[in-house]
């Protein structure tokens, strides 16, 4: 395709090739899924391998280290959360007991205030879980696949580890020696830019684990240190998350105890907790060289839902800042690159200055006649 082909020509080419790249990746999720979080991970784990290579470590010994501080430290976490979750499960029955109660109560008072009869919300209910059945089995298959990935990401993570140098040697190879500095400036960036996002990350996400779980226990809510952590790691998911994460512990308050007061305070305390985040978190700790703006960032998570589901929002954010950086570093590309930034320019080609007056219609019009009359004359 050459520079001289017609717009139409070039934008249908690169419209395909979206739609064939989005396809493929859609259908190869299983694979590329584990491939991406794989990747991501050693490159933060990158700085703790290359640390102990200097300490005259043999390369695979370096990794396996590398590997088994990361399992710990992940081990000393869930150890932790382990008696919430153990009593968690010792709960459940009295929880479903509770959770019918209500259930029941509702579906009374639906009945007295707006007529529904019991045997419509029955039906209801039934056709509900009929078409959640579809859900399930996702979510079962989802399950399952996480427990694959604890297997697979430290067998990919090991392997991208170890053939470091072969990846880097490709890339350089791959491009023209006069594009070489171009490609050691992407590298380096991309490498600073994602180790920056996922530590910022997850500061970030303790701290917010921390709020939340003192805001649970002094509300008095149940497994409120349980609830804390997985409201935080729900929160990792830009603008969606946040959202979800408040929905669990209102759930838990109205199955464990009588009234509405507290689930309101529940939704008071997250919101102080994300406006702290959005606005002191975020800006202070996330500190990533790439800056991404808002609408992007949101579209981003929507469309990586779409693909990939969960982990698709939780990749979104990373691929773009990737993104961004190979075209902030390719001439035809800078447009692209500014508009995922943040960065709002103060004017743009064609912009009226204020002193510029608009003529209204009738001027216009008037301009228009006298033009039309000259045509004539001549």
């Known amino acids: 395709m050459t520079a001289s082909e017609p717009f139409y020509k070039k934008s249908t080419l690169v419209l395909l090739g979206i739609i064939l790249l989005v396809y493929v990746m859609h259908i190869l999720a299983d694979i590329l899924v584990p491939i991406a979080f794989s990747l991501l991970l050693a490159i933060l784990l990158n700085p703790l391998n290359s640390r102990i290579m200097r300490l005259k470590v043999p390369t695979v010994l370096s990794i396996l280290l590398t590997l088994l501080i990361a399992v710990i430290i992940l081990g000393i976490i869930l150890y932790f959360l382990s008696a919430q979750i153990i009593q968690f499960g010792e709960m459940m029955p009295a929880l479903k007991l509770k959770f019918t109660q209500i259930l ?10 707006f007529g529904i009869s019991i045997q419509k919300q029955t039906q209801f209910l039934k056709d509900t879980a009929s078409s959640g059945k579809a859900l399930v089995g996702q979510t079962v298959s989802s399950v399952l696949g996480v427990f694959s990935l604890l297997f697979l990401i430290p067998v990919y993570i090991f392997l991208f580890l170890l053939y470091k140098p072969l990846i880097l040697n490709f890339l350089f190879e791959v491009f023209s020696t006069k594009n070489t500095h171009s490609v050691a400036e992407i590298l380096h960036e991309t490498k600073a830019a994602i180790q920056s996002y996922i530590v910022g990350l ?3 996400a303790s701290i917010v684990a921390v709020l939340n779980s003192v805001a649970l226990l002094i509300l008095g809510v149940p497994y409120a240190i349980l609830l ?16 979800i994460a408040i929905t669990l512990p209102v759930l838990m308050a109205t199955v464990t105890q009588d009234g509405y007061s507290t689930q309101l305070f529940i939704i008071g305390a997250y919101l102080l907790i994300q406006f702290i985040d959005n606005n002191v978190l975020v800006p202070r700790i996330v500190s990533s060289k790439v800056k991404i703006n808002a609408l992007i960032s949101v579209l981003a998570v929507l469309l990586g839902g779409a693909l990939w589901g ?14 961004k950086i190979i075209f902030d570093r390719i001439e035809d590309l800078k447009p692209w690159g500014r508009i995922l930034g943040d960065q709002i320019p103060d004017s743009y080609p064609g912009q009226l200055s204020p002193n510029t ?10 301009k228009y006649v006298d033009a039309e009359d000259r045509n004539e004359k001549g």
């Not at 029941?104 to 205030?113: A, G, P």
């Not at 952590?229 to 729900?234: D, E, K, N, S, T």
């Not at 982990?311 to 691929?319: A, D, R, V």
């Open 104 to 113: 029941t109560d509702l579906q009374n008072l639906l009945q007295t205030k």
């Open 202 to 204: 997850l500061i970030e």
């Open 228 to 243: 804390g952590v997985i409201g935080a790691i729900l929160n990792m998911i830009p603008y969606v998350g946040g959202l």
């Open 310 to 323: 969960v982990s698709g929002m939780f990749l979104s954010i990373p691929l773009v800042a990737v993104l």
């Open 357 to 366: 007056r608009v003529p209204d219609v009738p001027d216009r019009m008037e």
